[in-house]
């Protein structure tokens, strides 16, 4: 499907990004090779990867989409699949999950992150290894993550069997299901376990020696700390940590395999729908799967859409 | 030899699939091989020892590309040990490539067809049966005619309508058989007594008195598939009114009691039917976690790994229900554009070698896909003096009330159907 190269995170780039390069001295530019050809030339061996696998992947999803299926006789291009989308009750009903699962987390861990970064950066000698610790999460992939939420939330997990053990439950029913609930809790949990330090470290990076000098300025005028954090403080991490909080956004409404493994069946999420739809034995299935993955991809062009928008606006208004 | 796969197919793909069948027919007159094995099964003894041994000499230093459910640690260990050991004396290299779903190899072979790779493709062999091989077929992707060929498929009874016909869909040739699954219910002595399992009935009645103790997979999932099949088959008194293919007045008369009967158990099932496990898997860790304590099984021979590990109680026992148990056979399938054809070939020879199937048997408590009477009787007696784990039924229990499986396009139905009427009626 499409999502590897929401997997694949860049670094944080945006105004904090740039702020840092435009101090770097000219004389990084290479005699005689204009700049704009320089930085194409340099940006063109990622641009290669993702334009071929990106791009032939999204235009496969397309076609396929549309009913091209060159391997089953008697195939026809139509927009059948997308109106058979809008009356699956399996999609309808994963849209609000799909939002609530990739909306709560986002909020959470970006809230979360935020937090940690401040109080990290209070932190004296053991900061380095804090944060050690938040960036160590970053190398547990989602999948292991998931498993260990099942292990730990389910009614057969390690928590149900701590409460069975303090008397609290009988049996492994009473426990709440946490796991392959409606609401999905377990889902959520491990998001913001993964995301947390994700925008930590994000966060981090953007609280840069920099923001200590803007700080120690505005208290000499006499802004109080409350008023720091706010007028100072927030709005100068504010873009990097949204760009990280947008590609949270777009990887928890489009990668599978957590939903899939901490969910229900029904209602899923899209891309658990999708991938319901791909991996059904009638092939004449295949192009509502496509339409789905299709459908998943505008959401999250958008979103990168919105958050170019808004990222625009708030550097300008930091300017 | 093979007719062109796409009628869309553009000029310079036709001429490249043109060329490599060209390359393939004068390869194959050649050495004397495959083609003219395929064109029939009653090859003289003398010409089909010399193919078989061309098909040795082209598989020797080849590796082969065995993609394989591999969710199964003893399974795994087996194919590593044994078969990899067999297939090495040929000078043949395994590579097992594990994957989460049948269907997964299956699209792997469908994307490169589809991409034009036509020869040369990276799945030597898949274990396969039922919709999967259905689908494989509907998108002409399997290498056929070479089941005869092996030189173990002296053991094989073609004869019976099991190994001849993959779920309603004749097998033609496109695959061979490796193993035999029998369908069991798998409880717990201490928590049902034998009268609970005697029939689907008195399995609900006991469902109903311990509510959540019971469930099964959401189908399209494999076993889960199976045992809404069972519960079907309960309601209607046995498959016949569906055997042969799909008919959708049949269907229809069939499903009419199933789901309101579906509908009207899940309450009482695990979660109150509010939802149903994701997979087999994790049926099974309900079971081993204590949150169920009765479950269907494609596999019963595997459960007494699982005592004998203590991921299951020691009071884990098996049944037959009242109107029999559905089973099966798989086969391993040879993709047409697999890289390796000679040495999947060989592969599966392997399999079908008896001393390999005995070897399951004993190691995983797998049933045999060949017919064990047409071996010597020294191995006879070899396949009788396996001991039967006290949790698991002997093969004869398993096997006196089979029940055969419908065409793959009933099960298609029954899960969307099921998916439409149970699932997301909760």
Not at chain 2, 214 to 236: E, K
Request: with cysteine; proline share 6%; glycine share 8%.
């Amino acid at each position: 499907m499409t999502q590897p190269e929401l997997r694949t995170r860049p670094p944080p780039t945006g105004p904090a990004a740039t702020t840092r390069g435009r101090r770097r001295p000219a004389n990084h530019r290479r005699r005689g090779v204009p700049r704009g050809l320089w930085i194409a030339l340099l940006l063109a061996p990622a641009l290669l990867v993702v334009g071929v696998f990106f791009l032939t992947g999204i235009t496969q999803a397309v076609a396929q989409s549309l009913g091209y299926q060159p391997f089953l006789p008697g195939w026809r291009l139509s927009l059948d699949a997308y109106q058979g989308m809008f009356t699956d009750p399996a999609v309808r009903a994963s849209l609000l999950l799909t939002a609530r699962i990739a909306i709560i987390p986002t909020v959470l861990s970006a809230v979360l992150g935020v937090s940690a970064a401040l109080l990290i950066r209070r932190l004296g000698r053991s900061r380095n290894w804090v944060s050690g610790i938040f960036q160590a999460n970053l190398a547990v992939p989602h999948l292991v993550g998931a498993l260990c939420m099942l292990l730990l939330l389910s009614q057969g997990g390690l928590l149900s069997r701590v409460s069975h053990a303090a008397g609290f439950t009988d049996t492994p029913a009473a426990f709440p299901a946490l796991t392959g609930d409606e609401f999905g809790w377990a889902i959520i949990a491990a998001y913001v376990w993964k995301e947390t330090p994700f925008l930590t470290v994000i966060a981090l990076a953007a609280l840069g020696r920099g923001v200590d000098d803007l700080e120690n300025a505005a208290r000499s005028l006499g802004a109080r700390p409350w008023q720091r954090l706010v007028h100072v403080t927030l709005p100068v991490i504010t873009p990097a940590v949204a760009g990280g909080a947008v590609l949270v956004f777009a990887f928890t409404a489009g990668s599978y395999e957590v939903p899939y493994l901490l969910g229900r069946p029904f209602p899923a999420t899209l891309p658990v729908v999708a991938l319901q739809h791909y991996n059904a034995t009638d092939l004449t299935a295949r192009p509502e799967a496509m339409a789905v993955a299709v459908v998943i991809t505008v959401l999250s062009g958008l979103m990168v859409a919105a958050y170019l928008f808004i990222a625009g606006r708030l550097a300008r208004r930091s300017l | 030899m093979r007719p062109p796969r796409f009628a869309h197919a553009r000029p310079a793909r036709i001429a490249a699939l043109a060329a490599a069948l060209a390359l393939t027919v004068a390869a194959c007159t050649s050495a004397g091989t495959v083609t003219s094995l395929t064109t029939s099964g009653a090859a003289a003894m003398t010409s089909a020892e010399s193919d078989w041994d061309a098909v040795l000499a082209q598989a020797n230093g080849q590796t082969v590309n065995w993609y394989m459910y591999g969710g199964d640690d003893t399974l795994n260990a087996f194919v590593a040990g044994y078969v990899a050991d067999q297939l090495g004396k040929v000078g043949v290299t395994l590579n097992q490539v594990k994957i989460t779903d049948t269907v997964d190899a299956v699209n792997k072979v469908l994307g490169e067809v589809q991409a034009g790779r036509t020869t040369d493709g990276s799945v030597d062999a898949i274990w396969v049966n039922g919709e999967n091989f259905a689908t494989g077929v509907q998108a002409n992707l399997w290498s056929c005619g070479w089941d005869k060929t092996l030189p173990n498929s002296q053991f094989v009874d073609f004869t019976d309508p099991a190994v001849a016909n993959d779920f309603g869909i004749p097998v033609k040739g496109c695959e061979a058989v490796w193993q035999q699954a029998d369908s069991a219910l798998v409880y717990d002595s201490a928590k049902l007594d034998t009268a609970d399992v005697a029939s689907m009935s008195t399995l609900f009645d006991w469902a109903r008195a311990n509510p959540g103790q019971f469930t099964y997979p959401a189908p399209p999932d494999f076993t889960g598939s199976m045992a809404v099949r069972t519960i079907l088959y309960d309601t209607i008194g046995g498959p016949t009114t569906l055997s042969g293919p799909f008919d959708e007045t049949n269907y229809t008369n069939a499903t009419a009691k199933l789901w309101p009967r579906l509908k009207d158990i899940a309450g009482s099932l695990w979660r109150g039917g509010q939802t149903y496990p994701q997979s087999q898997s994790a049926v099974e860790k309900l079971y081993s976690d204590g949150e169920i304590n009765a479950f269907f099984t494609y596999g019963p021979g595997a459960v007494g790994d699982q005592v004998d590990k203590g991921l299951y109680p020691a009071s884990t026992r098996q049944a037959v229900l009242a109107g029999g148990n559905i089973g099966n056979r798989s086969f391993v399938a040879i993709p047409a554009n697999a890289a390796h054809q000679a040495a999947a070939t060989v592969l599966a020879n392997v399999l079908q070698d008896p001393q390999t199937q005995l070897e399951l048997l004993t190691v995983k408590g797998v049933y045999p896909g060949i017919d064990v009477t047409k071996t010597s009787p020294d191995v006879q007696a070899q396949f009788a003096a396996v001991p039967v784990h006290p949790s698991v039924l002997p093969l004869t229990a398993l096997t006196e009330n089979a029940q055969p499986e419908l065409a793959a396009e009933y099960l298609t139905r029954i899960e969307q159907d099921w998916t439409t009427n149970v699932l997301q009626q909760q």
